[in-house]
């Protein structure tokens, strides 16, 4: 007697459950595929691999070839070199490295990473970047860089990875959160494709002047900075992006007789999204108003002028008090020499007058005159 394996369609009992195997298997294959060579104290799962909180030291090179998204977070990665990556990733598009405490992301850093799309170093204290760490033809579009930057001593740094990193396909840059203070005219040149831009707590105190020409932005976020005005050619650039939505809101703007143009443009202009927000913060008649209700009449300087002026008038003063006291000094060191000198004069003086006297007593007595002249003869 022949023994034959029943089929699927043989035993009508195990029908279901083959159809239930027929579509658990390819998700425990993939499982499987997926979490082969998994690093350890990481968790892998649907081309993600996630390490955070683990306490490493570096980034784990034991990766799966088909990683998409991966996540190296909390842990204390100082640095990041070409040896971080040893490995070519073609599938990796997202890379989240915050909260590392990095300090220096060296050349070549992304050379195996050639579809990298988003990258997240934030929360870090980085003091060096290479503007070679990214490929000539990298495709990164999102950056965020916010809580990075702790001194803005390194702003030299931030601007020469921005300028000379090859990020033509950059559309997002958080700088939020950072120590900035002031941006450089042509920070932002080297971006063609950045659209959105946060600085956000930055500490930025002016913006200059062809700072914003170049980028095509669309979404800008000034919010809670420094700034006290936005210089007029500044508010021609922003004037040529029709397009382009600014939030200002947070920023200690002063309300006097040089704010005339911001508040022009903040009246006319529909690009500020939060002007309704908008306060003055000096001088003191205007604090707390908002800024659509103040009028061009109420920006007025005559008080700071006054306190100018009286400024002036007494340095002026101080200044003549100490020329005052320099001349008594050096009077008083030569006074020996300013008696003679003036002793001398007199007696001069005396002897030329005697001469006189002596010539006119002669000249009014009429005998003396005769024999005075009888004896020139």
């Known amino acids: 007697m022949r023994l034959l394996s029943p089929s699927c369609g043989e035993i009508r009992g195990t029908t279901h459950m083959c159809g239930v195997m027929r579509s658990v298997l390819p998700l425990l294959l993939a499982a499987a595929l997926c979490c082969h060579g998994c690093p350890d104290k990481c968790l892998c799962f649907s081309q993600t691999v996630k390490c955070v909180n683990q306490d490493l030291d570096a980034i784990p090179r034991s990766l799966p070839a088909d990683t998409k998204s991966l996540f190296v977070t909390g842990n204390r990665v100082s640095r990041v070199s070409a040896d971080s990556f040893p490995t070519r990733l073609p599938s990796l598009t997202d890379l989240y490295l915050g909260g590392n405490g990095i300090e220096s992301v060296d050349a070549m850093v992304f050379d195996n990473l050639p579809n990298l799309a988003r990258l997240d170093l934030s929360n870090n204290r980085i003091q060096a970047f290479s503007e070679r760490a990214f490929p000539e033809d990298n495709k990164v579009q999102l950056l965020n860089l916010s809580r990075s930057f702790h001194n803005h001593s390194f702003m030299d740094v931030v601007q020469s990875v921005l300028q000379g990193g090859n990020l033509l396909q950059l559309a997002v840059l958080d700088l939020s959160n950072n120590d900035l203070v002031i941006l450089p005219d042509d920070m932002f040149t080297g971006l063609p494709s950045l659209t959105n831009l946060s600085l956000q707590n930055s500490s930025v105190l002016s913006v200059l002047n062809g700072t914003l020409r170049a980028p095509p932005l669309r979404d800008l976020d000034l919010r809670d900075n420094g700034l006290r005005d936005l210089p007029f050619a500044t508010l021609e650039d922003l004037g040529l992006k029709p397009a382009l939505h600014v939030q200002l809101a947070g920023n200690p703007w002063r309300c006097d007789c040089f704010f005339e143009d911001t508040l022009l443009w903040l009246k006319n202009s529909t690009q500020v999204v939060d002007a309704q927000n908008l306060t003055c913060a000096d001088p003191k008649a205007l604090r707390r108003r908002p800024l659509l209700r103040v009028e061009r009449s109420q920006l007025k300087c005559s008080g700071d ?73």
């Not at 007058?353 to 009888?374: C, F, Q």
């Open 305 to 377: 002028m006054e306190g100018v002026l009286e400024t002036s008038y007494v340095f002026l003063g101080l200044v003549l008090a100490l020329i005052g006291v320099i001349f008594l000094l050096v009077l008083y060191l030569n006074r020996k020499g300013i008696k003679r000198w003036i002793y001398n004069i007199r007696d001069a003086c005396r002897d030329h007058m005697e001469g006189y006297h002596y010539r006119y007593e002669i000249n009014s007595d009429p005998r003396l005159a005769s024999l005075s002249i009888n004896s020139d003869v």
